[in-house]
């Protein structure tokens, strides 16, 4: 295979993703100090929000410290070579609400998301972003549990709709090498547009994911610093270009002002590395959303249960991203049998 | 056909019109004189036809024609053609329960302000979330003068969700925000919608989250029940199954809606409940034309 001149397309997820990893509490200054980093290695987008994107700082998944506002203003002011990305649920966030002061804060990449079976609920964003004339990226979520076919169907409504690229994300940390293999080289076929792919690391497979992804044809990637990330965190960014960079793919990124850029992450914002805990084992087979983890773990413990009872039982109920008011509920019920 | 009825009449012949037609045919108040749309083929022209019941594929030009025989019309279409109907039913003199986010007339929910509705001659059902959540929001108002912020939290089955529903999540979630923020004076409102595809298909779960200076939960816990025993009598599916607890410094109270399943799975009780407040303002309507 000739992978010497492949490009391909990195997503800085970090201050996103992450913020799932410290209840949503990521501050200006640590948005500050992590973009200037990410834009001198020379990322190519870098996400930024709350842990379910714009406009989802609720009650319900956890608040933000600071507003969507605060944080991509300040975003945009420290990138320069980097475009600044950011994620989108419907559902969660409107048009006239979110996305249009998005647009003025200057954010330049979207990528509109929904539940890996209902992309159709992203046609409106979707389109909305396109006529302003901005990147559109779609992303189906807790990609596992749906088939190729039925996630080839969801892509290609998303690619209808005008988006430029699809990027499956592997939201529970679910998926063998295989999986991915799978199905990435299926949407590959049956698709225009590229396609991407977001790990999480629950079962040790972030790194060796993404690499399949690239070798089942996908060409952008998700990663970040130290994995810094929901759950056991993400594909770790730096591992990820140095491995990307062995196997001879370019991403622009510079490999040392990448590792620098994952030790400010670790000093400035990392409270604590994210590692395979066992309860993220269980998150991960059990198929459950990894931003559920926080939550999990703090409901688990008010009800006396296990923590790894609870997860096996969402997992049963077949929870998306979103429901964790349900957590309670089933909470509540294991304590009660 | 019974004279004493009140007469009413459905536009829009999609799922939701005709789940009211068969409401209304079990109503001992109502009867339905027309179920109107535009196909006289679809499946809810078909099912009105077995029921007995007039149909039209003349949409609104059906009442100019008949409005001496009509008393109040459900309208079932979409916001922007509720927007022409509203002033032609104004002038036919046809009351009008508006089941569109299109927002003409004032916000309803019976168990909260069905009196007040009764002088109006358009009223808006607000939707689905509105309908399951207001009355609670409303209980927690009349206990907390202060409410900093609601959020409402609707997870409803995906096989429940049209593409009219699905194209317009933006004005359900500005809708709902808005007759939140009507009903309980909170500073602060919002309103989140999941659409989860499992099979079978979940039950309508409906999570009332809140923040208020001193939670008062045990005066709480009686208002709720005091109310959503008042919805339970439109609405028979409206269950609470969670709270009122805190936890995590939020008061959290969840429900779970079960439809009737008339014409509708029983697994839609997002579409029931609108459906069912619908039909209780009507059946007041109706008593109020008697005496």
């Known amino acids: 295979m000739n992978n010497l001149k492949k490009k391909l397309l990195i997503t800085d997820v970090t201050l996103r993703d992450g913020n799932h990893a410290i209840s949503h509490q990521i501050s200006q200054k640590q948005i500050a100090i992590y973009c200037e980093a990410a834009n001198s290695a020379g990322v190519a987008i870098v996400e930024v929000g709350h842990g379910n994107g714009l406009g989802a700082s609720s009650l319900q998944v956890g608040e933000s410290a600071v507003t969507d506002k605060v944080m991509l203003t300040t975003a945009r002011k420290y990138l320069e070579k980097s475009k600044l990305g950011i994620h989108v649920i419907p559902g969660f966030s409107t048009i006239e609400r979110d996305l249009k002061p998005a647009i003025d804060y200057g954010v330049d990449v ?7 079976t209902e992309a159709d609920i992203t046609e409106r964003h979707i389109r909305f972003c396109k006529t302003q004339g901005k990147t559109v990226f779609g992303v189906l979520m807790m990609s596992h549990m749906a088939n190729k076919v039925i996630l080839a169907d969801e892509a290609r409504k998303m690619q209808d709709y005008g988006a430029e690229a699809i990027i499956l994300m592997d939201s529970s940390g679910n998926y063998l090498p295989k999986d991915v293999e799978e199905k990435v080289s299926f949407l590959k076929k049956h698709l225009r547009v590229s396609i991407g792919f977001h790990a999480h690391n629950n079962l040790g497979m972030g790194i060796a994911n993404s690499i399949a992804a690239i070798q089942a044809g996908a060409s952008l990637l998700d990663g970040s610093a130290k994995g810094f990330g929901a759950g056991a965190g993400n594909a770790q960014l730096e591992v990820l270009v140095s491995v990307l960079e062995r196997l001879g793919y370019h991403t622009n990124i510079d490999l ?15 409270k604590s590395l994210p590692v395979i805990s066992t309860t993220s084992i269980v998150s991960g ?10 939550p999990v773990k703090r409901i688990a413990e008010e009800y006396n249960i296990d923590p790894r009872d609870l997860f096996f039982a969402l997992g049963e109920q077949k929870v998306v991203a979103g429901q964790e008011d349900i957590i309670i509920k089933v909470a509540k019920k294991l304590s009660n049998s | 056909m019974s004279q004493n009825k009140y ?33 006289l083929n679809s499946q809810g022209m078909s099912t009105a036809l077995k029921l007995g019941v007039t149909i039209s594929d003349q949409s609104i030009n059906y009442f100019l024609d008949h409005s001496d025989c009509i008393d109040l019309v459900f309208d079932a279409t979409s916001a922007k053609d509720h927007k022409i109907h509203a002033p032609i039913f104004k002038r036919l003199g046809i009351k009008c329960i508006d089941l569109t986010p299109a927002k003409i007339g004032p916000m309803c929910v019976p ?23 207001i009355p609670i929001a409303a209980a927690i108002a009349s206990i907390h003068k202060d409410i900093e912020y609601i959020e409402v939290v609707s997870s409803i089955a995906s096989k429940s969700a049209g593409p009219a529903t699905r194209l317009n999540l933006d004005e359900y979630i500005q809708t709902t925000e808005d007759g939140l923020k009507h009903f309980s004076k909170a500073k602060k409102t919002k309103a989140i919608l999941i659409l989860n595809p499992a099979i079978p298909c979940i039950n309508m779960t409906t999570t009332i989250l809140c923040k208020v200076k001193n939670p ?16 339970q009598s439109y609405v028979p599916g409206y269950e609470l199954i969670l709270g009122p607890l805190l936890e995590n410094e939020r008061i959290i109270i969840m429900f779970k809606v079960r439809g009737l399943g008339d014409y509708l799975p029983k697994y839609a009780g997002n579409l029931d409940i609108i459906n069912c407040a619908a039909i209780a303002m009507s059946e007041e309507y109706a008593k109020v034309n008697e005496r």
Do not use: P, W
């Not at chain 2, 005709?18 to 001992?28: A, G, M, P, W, Y």
């Open chain 1, 285 to 294: 087979l059990s198929g459950v959303f990894s931003g559920y983890l926080k």
């Open chain 2, 7 to 39: 007469q009413v009449a459905i536009l829009g012949s999609g799922n939701i019109g005709t789940d009211l037609l068969i409401k209304v045919q079990r109503s001992n108040e109502l009867e339905c004189v027309a179920f109107v749309g535009r196909n």
């Open chain 2, 216 to 231: 008062n939960i045990s005066a709480l816990k009686k208002e709720v029940a005091k109310i959503s025993s008042k919805v």
């Open chain 2, 111 to 133: 168990s909260v302000n069905s009196l007040d509705c009764l002088k109006e001659i358009n009223i808006n059902m607000i939707s689905c979330g509105g309908q399951a959540s």
């Open chain 1, 256 to 270: 040392y002002k990448m590792l620098d850029a994952s030790d400010i992450a670790e000093s400035a914002l990392i």
């Open chain 1, 110 to 116: 979207f990528r509109i998301a929904s539940h890996c």
